[in-house]
């Protein structure tokens, strides 16, 4: 079965500090990965997502995500966060139609 | 458009009474996806639908929750009778099958407590 895993569960940094959240998964097909974003109150709104072509993915607010297919990784990178991106942040694999998340990432910007 | 709609956003009931969650998806998908999201267990698919058919209802907990989609824009998850492990927030999603990457969009959650 696929599964998701996501290394760091909470995660606290400074405004302007580099950030790298990890997120593996287990399926030998073909998938589809997402990041998830879910801000304090408020529903999972997509960051970016990776189907195919190139490896590494843009996404809204300054985010982007690397597929490394041999490491079965999508990690999300930011290289300069800000308080706003204080939230929990889920990594998510689809193989037919239905989302497999990771457990989440809580980060917490401090000012 | 307006997005997936859930409601009610907030439901607090008694334990044994019976909770009804409606959901509308986004008007052309197809595909409508039930979630619960608690502390312990994270995000767990619970059901999803394709064109108003049940597909896959492994993820639901037990005989207690049930779900129909009687027309392609309404949906709804019953819980009967419920209990206080039920308590969490449920998320309803919907997405098209002719999209690339099969994006599902969230609607805003119900948060559901059972005292």
């Known amino acids: 079965a696929q599964s998701v895993s996501q290394h760091n569960h909470h995660v606290i940094l400074s405004e302007a500090a580099s950030l790298e959240l990890g997120c593996n998964y287990s399926?030998?097909?073909?998938?589809?990965l997402f990041w998830y974003v879910q801000y304090p109150g408020q529903h999972l709104q997509l960051l970016l997502k990776?189907?195919?072509?190139?490896?590494l993915v843009k996404g809204i607010k300054g985010f982007e995500a690397e597929f490394i297919k041999s490491k079965f990784s999508f990690n999300l990178r930011k290289p300069s966060v800000q308080w706003s991106d204080t939230a929990e942040y889920f990594c998510?694999?689809?193989?037919?139609?239905?989302?497999?998340f990771g457990k989440g990432t809580s980060l917490l910007v401090t000012p | 458009d307006a997005g997936v709609i859930q409601s009610p956003r907030h439901e607090v009931t008694e334990m044994g009474q019976e909770v009804t969650l409606r959901c509308k998806p986004i008007?052309?998908?197809?595909?409508l996806f039930w979630y619960r999201q608690t502390m312990m267990r994270g995000l767990e698919l619970l059901i999803y639908?394709?064109?108003?058919?049940?597909?896959?209802d492994s993820g639901m907990p037990e005989d207690r929750f049930s779900a129909k989609m009687p027309n392609a824009s309404f949906s709804t998850l019953k819980i009967q009778p419920s209990e206080p492990r039920d308590s969490a927030v449920y998320f309803c999603?919907?997405?098209?099958?002719?999209?690339?990457?099969?994006?599902?969009?969230f609607g805003p959650g119900t948060r559901l407590t059972v005292l």
């Open positions: 999603a919907s997405s098209f099958s002719g999209g690339r990457g099969n994006e599902q969009f």
């Open positions: 399926y030998g097909g073909t998938v589809n």
């Open positions: 990776y189907f195919s072509g190139d490896p």
């Open positions: 998510a694999v689809i193989a037919g139609y239905a989302l497999n």
């Open positions: 008007s052309g998908h197809d595909y």
């Open positions: 639908f394709n064109n108003n058919v049940p597909i896959d």
